[in-house]
């Protein structure tokens, strides 16, 4: 029996890593979430799922969040936001929170930690996205620019921490609602678009690998084939993307989330 625990279950990757981990009767999840009234209407009767165990609370709540990822072999880092929100934080807080969350742990005299698997984007990284266009990535990187500031800055904290923690860092390419059609992991290339389901499997894929070869790696998952729809609603997030970046007010009319408040860098 392997055990996982998931931290934003209620987002696009965190429903498709619990679809790919409930194939198998074998794997116990532990999802986290800030809503359980939201996640049980995403999937009605999950809290029925022997398999399924719901912790609800915040990033904050350390105690909370050591428990829900004590003796679990992988944690999913994908708290994440669509849009490209001003002043963006969200994976530098839950960065803190897991690592705060490890420390007590080791505290405990926790003896075994669980590897981490962090959501990020391809764009931070010009090797993996050699096939793309130089203007149509700059115009990516701008459109998500603050979504992307926010993943570096949390990716520097992991990585200073790499004499204690493991980390693997997925890095797709473009991100679509689509069926599982079969994925491929990569350490040189992103190819774009990608479903959640087949990101969700390579993730998964990524977290049962016994030895250390993605230790503190930069991993893409690919779409086997052709055939993955297209992602149009991708297009509408570059869009409002660029007027976050330029217009940064315009948020709190057009944004997804409430706006949050300005932050020193953490």
């Known amino acids: 029996m392997c055990r996982y625990a998931i931290l934003g279950a209620t987002g696009n990757t965190g429903q498709a890593l619990l679809n790919v981990l409930l194939q198998s009767p074998d794997n116990q999840i532990h999802a986290y979430c800030r809503s359980a009234s939201k996640l049980n209407q995403l999937r009605p009767g999950i809290a029925q799922n022997r398999q399924v165990s719901v912790w609800e609370g915040s990033l904050q709540d350390v105690s909370l969040l050591s428990e829900c990822i004590r003796g679990t072999r992988a944690v999913f880092m ?23 969350a490890l420390k ?53 904290v992991l990585r200073a921490e790499g004499h204690w923690v493991s980390t693997t860092f997925v890095k797709p390419g473009g991100l679509v609602h689509d069926v599982q059609r079969g994925h491929t992991l990569s350490t040189t290339t992103a190819k ?17 690998v016994d030895d250390k070869r993605y230790d503190m790696t930069n991993v893409s998952v690919n779409a086997i084939g052709d055939g993955t729809a297209f992602p149009w609603k991708g297009v509408y997030y570059v869009m409002t993307g660029l007027l976050f970046h330029f217009f940064p007010w315009t948020y709190k009319y057009f944004g997804d989330c409430p706006m949050p408040k300005p932050k020193k860098d953490l």
């Open 192 to 208: 774009t678009p990608v479903s959640f389901l087949d990101v969700a499997a390579g993730m998964v894929e990524i977290a049962n």
């Open 104 to 156: 007590k742990l080791q505290t405990e005299g926790c003896q075994s930690l669980p590897k981490l698997i962090v959501l990020s984007s391809a764009s931070l990284e010009d090797s993996l996205c050699a096939d793309v266009p130089p203007l149509i990535h700059r115009v990516l990187n701008i459109a998500a620019g603050n979504l992307y500031s926010d993943l570096a800055k949390a990716e520097k």
């Open 78 to 100: 994908v708290v994440a936001i669509p849009d490209n929100m001003p002043h963006c934080t969200i994976a530098q807080d839950c960065t803190n929170a897991v690592l705060n």
